[in-house]
């Protein structure tokens, strides 16, 4: 499997910078003997403060679910950089951040598992059964970041919700907004006299169907498809 992760050494502050920039894993990692090894032997030669860059449309949930292990075992602390979108799988690594951070202009995306399966009712039953603790899990990682309820975050997922920045700090899915002292700074406005944000702007971000539409479209060409059933039940009994 080809790598979809790169290391840059940030120059100016001398420390260790991880990108994630399109799909996480673009099938599975779970069958694959070198992948996660050489993750993580990768990530256990940084031994100081990590900043993870994130701009990808999501990938395989189980693959999303280590790499968000191994970076909240990581000894040191990890700052998280939303700098374009963090979608689908990619949120769940995004969770991994002790702070996590997001541009003024970027993105973050939650939904439910998604796969795809044939057979009889018995096995679409159980298509829908693993879906179900697939779910469990990923909110798992959501309320630890957003101290959020179980039943807020779920309908969250149902209703595939898009979060611009000011959102997803408002939910606490992200710490902080980048850029976001500069851009005080810079302001001529007092602080007392600056207006509210417009609820409305904040909350339905690509609420009008065509731009959504549109939108997910783009996204869908570079986003894995679901994962087949009777492979998803392999990978959860190998977590096992």
Aim: aromatic residues 6%; contains cysteine.
């Amino acid at each position: 499997m080809e790598k979809f992760w790169n290391w840059i050494k940030n120059e100016d502050t001398g420390e260790t910078e991880l990108y994630f920039e399109g799909p996480i894993s673009d099938s599975t990692w779970l069958g694959d003997e070198i992948t996660p090894a050489l993750f993580r032997n990768e990530l256990e030669k940084v031994s100081g403060n990590l900043t993870v860059w994130i701009n990808s449309p999501g990938g395989d949930c189980i693959s999303a679910s280590q790499i968000y292990t191994m970076l909240r075992n990581h000894k040191s602390k990890v700052t998280v950089k939303i700098d374009g979108i963090a979608a689908s799988a990619a949120s769940v690594v995004a969770m991994a951040g002790d702070e996590t951070l997001i541009s003024p202009t970027g993105y973050l995306m939650i939904h439910n598992p998604m796969t795809y399966a044939s057979g009889n009712k018995a096995e679409m039953e159980k298509a829908i059964a693993l879906l179900d603790e697939i779910k469990e899990g990923i909110i798992n990682a959501y309320t630890r970041k957003t101290g959020l309820s179980r039943n807020k975050i779920s309908k969250l997922m149902d209703d595939e919700t898009w979060l611009n920045a000011e959102k997803a700090q408002q939910l606490g899915f992200a710490d902080g907004i980048l850029f976001s002292d500069k851009d005080r700074k810079k302001s001529s406005v007092p602080e007392n006299e600056e207006p509210e944000p417009d609820e409305k702007q904040m909350t339905m971000l690509y609420s009008p169907i065509q731009t959504t539409a549109s939108l997910m479209q783009k996204i869908s060409a570079l986003a894995p498809k679901g994962v087949p059933i009777n492979q998803l039940d392999k990978r959860l009994a190998l977590l096992k």
